[in-house]
């Protein structure tokens, strides 16, 4: 039976097995509900501010006092935000980046960089307005939404990872991750003054845990770990065929030998692959597309 196009995204987004796109729909979900009860009290079919109440429970407040109320908020507000620029530029980051880094890490590997980087960002915005005078006194009233600082740690994660990696951007042509990376830290060091000082201050906590992991990664140390081991593919079976032989395609190289490659690459990074290990991982990646 043919799904809907709603039971298609449904099924790409939540039972594909691709993290990426579940973190691209719990922001996109979140985002669209609290747009739906935000119009529920402009068309008037309600005095009562639904979409601020709810958002009073996702938010994560500057306050030490605030956040021990509400102490969930320190990982719901990286999948919580507000304005159709702010979610869909966030997005486009965490897709494009994401790719990349799907393409030569494993998908635990980045479930937990997007997740420990939202919670890098949002432990580092707690102290800097409870211990740094000039924002202690803002702390009571302000706040925290976005997913920018798990998204800055895929980006900076992937840029550590492969520094000389090219992406072309619109306006600018062929751009190396390493220069786009420095360019995004840059930027948030010097909003710090600005109005989004809070925002900034947790783009450079994600940042710095993508920089540190994949740091520690090439050591030897794999932080993803603590979310335990991921799934093993299922080995194929060898089924006799007599039919004709068929115009050979290239063989995908086995999940045993694409481990070793991808342990390869945080060892000792990219450029340590031979031609063949290189064309393997391409390979791979095309069938991993073509599977989500």
């Given at each position: 039976?043919?799904?809907?196009?709603?039971g298609d995204?449904?099924?790409?987004?939540?039972?594909?097995?691709?993290?990426?796109?579940?973190?691209?729909a719990?922001?996109?979900?979140?985002?669209?509900?609290?747009?739906?009860l935000?119009?529920?009290?402009?068309?008037?079919?309600?005095?009562?501010?639904?979409?601020?109440?709810v958002?009073?429970?996702?938010?994560?407040?500057?306050?030490?006092?605030?956040?021990?109320?509400?102490?969930?908020?320190?990982a719901?507000?990286?999948?919580?935000?507000?304005?159709?620029?702010?979610?869909?530029?966030?997005?486009?980051?965490?897709?494009?980046l994401?790719?990349?880094f799907?393409d030569?890490?494993?998908?635990?590997?980045?479930?937990?960089v997007?997740l420990a980087?939202?919670?890098?960002?949002?432990?580092?915005?707690?102290?800097?307005?409870?211990?740094?005078?000039?924002?202690?006194?803002?702390?009571?009233?302000?706040v925290l939404?976005?997913?920018s600082a798990?998204?800055s740690?895929?980006v900076?994660?992937?840029?550590?990872?492969?520094?000389?990696?090219?992406?072309?951007?619109?306006?600018?042509?062929?751009v190396?991750?390493?220069?786009?990376?420095?360019?995004?830290?840059?930027l948030?060091i010097?909003?710090?003054?600005?109005?989004?000082?809070?925002?900034?201050i947790?783009?450079?906590?994600?940042?710095?845990l993508g920089?540190?992991?994949?740091?520690?990664?090439?050591?030897?140390?794999?932080?993803?770990?603590?979310?335990?081991?991921?799934?093993?593919?299922?080995k194929?079976?060898?089924v006799?065929?007599?039919?004709?032989?068929?115009?050979?395609?290239?063989?995908?190289?086995?999940?045993?030998?694409?481990?070793?490659?991808?342990?390869?690459?945080?060892?000792s990074?990219?450029e340590s692959?031979?031609?063949?290990?290189?064309?393997?991982?391409?390979?791979?990646?095309?069938q991993g597309?073509?599977?989500?």
């Amino acid at each position: 039976m043919k799904r809907s196009w709603i039971g298609d995204l449904w099924h790409k987004a939540f039972r594909s097995g691709n993290p990426l796109y579940v973190l691209i729909a719990i922001n996109i979900v979140v985002f669209l509900g609290l747009g739906v009860l935000s119009l529920v009290r402009v068309l008037g079919i309600t005095d009562a501010p639904l979409a601020d109440y709810v958002l009073s429970w996702l938010q994560l407040p500057a306050s030490v006092s605030g956040w021990l109320r509400r102490p969930w908020t320190i990982a719901t507000y990286m999948f919580t935000q507000q304005g159709l620029f702010h979610v869909l530029f966030n997005m486009l980051w965490l897709f494009w980046l994401g790719v990349i880094f799907l393409d030569f890490l494993k998908k635990r590997q980045f479930t937990f960089v997007y997740l420990a980087g939202g919670l890098a960002g949002g432990v580092l915005y707690l102290l800097a307005f409870n211990l740094i005078p000039v924002f202690r006194a803002e702390a009571f009233r302000t706040v925290l939404i976005g997913s920018s600082a798990g998204v800055s740690a895929v980006v900076f994660a992937t840029a550590t990872l492969l520094p000389d990696y090219t992406i072309r951007m619109l306006f600018f042509g062929n751009v190396k991750l390493k220069y786009l990376a420095l360019v995004f830290i840059a930027l948030d060091i010097l909003a710090i003054g600005g109005l989004n000082a809070g925002g900034s201050i947790a783009h450079i906590g994600g940042a710095l845990l993508g920089f540190v992991y994949i740091k520690r990664l090439q050591s030897g140390q794999d932080w993803s770990r603590m979310l335990g081991r991921e799934r093993k593919k299922r080995k194929l079976r060898v089924v006799r065929n007599d039919a004709p032989a068929a115009k050979e395609e290239p063989l995908v190289p086995n999940q045993e030998v694409i481990d070793r490659i991808l342990d390869k690459i945080s060892q000792s990074g990219y450029e340590s692959l031979t031609k063949a290990e290189k064309e393997a991982l391409f390979k791979a990646s095309k069938q991993g597309q073509n599977e989500y």
